[in-house]
């Protein structure tokens, strides 16, 4: 399956139309230098979807990540999120977004109710400790409340990251390599939190160097090969070997 036979929308909603999607790319590229990153990509993500980017390292799967989250902006072509044109300076987009990258953006002097708390009056969360509390017992970290951030392992540190990109309730959950570094059960546990969030109704895209992970988790996903889409298929449409085939993975 190649980017020519599938670049489809997803086809959860039966009317799809102009206003329903979560992003719409068109002819998306990036230069830097003389160098380019990604060419000409072409998507729509409709709400409620879960969408794995997967790719070998250097593919351009965080990039196109980051581009997404507004941190990154495009040399070619247009990129539209909850209807908008994304340009320099959303603050309006931005705040429909939530993203756990690399780092998990945490004061490690602070407890994870302070941090929480802190991250929920910056984007002027009404009754930011409430919210807070109601995201440490979801993420089951109520009982470490008031424990400082540098004390958690590093799947806790992950979930505490996931509660503070949700704090102010986005609409779009974008996650770069969240299970990097963690234990079969923090994974799990990770697993069981967005198959959560997407069952209620949370967009979510995924970066997962996990290819037999991503499949099982994602609804769709979207595979990119130096820069370019070559797959993008329902993950029930698609088997491992075809991926790692398409993605150039010996």
Known sequence: MTATDLITADKQSPQADALDWVIRARGLSLHIDD?????????????????????????????????????????????RLFGKRVGRGNPAIRANIGM???????????TALENLVFFGKLYNVKNP????????????????????????SRGMVQRLAIARALMHNPKLLLADE????????????????????????????LVNHDIEQSL???????????????????????????????????
């Open 178 to 205: 969240p299970f990097s570094g963690l234990d079969m059960a923090s994974g799990r546990m990770l697993e069981n939190l967005l198959a959560q969030l997407h069952a209620q109704g949370m967009t979510i895209v």
């Open 35 to 79: 160098r380019a990153i990604l060419h000409d990509l072409t998507f729509d993500i409709n709400p409620g979807s879960y969408v794995a980017l997967l790719g070998a390292n250097g593919a351009g799967k965080s990039t196109l990540l980051h581009m997404l989250a507004t941190l990154t902006v495009p040399t070619a072509g247009e990129l």
């Open 216 to 250: 099982a988790l994602a609804q769709r996903a979207i595979a990119l090969r130096q820069g370019r889409i070559v797959v993008d298929a329902q993950t029930c449409e698609l088997d491992l070997e075809t991926v790692i085939q398409e993605i150039g993975i010996s």
């Open 129 to 152: 400790t409430d919210r807070a509390e109601e995201l440490l017992d979801q993420v089951a970290l109520s009982h470490r409340a008031d424990d400082p951030a540098c004390t958690f």
């Open 100 to 110: 756990i990258g690399h780092q998990p953006m945490l004061y490690r002097d602070l």
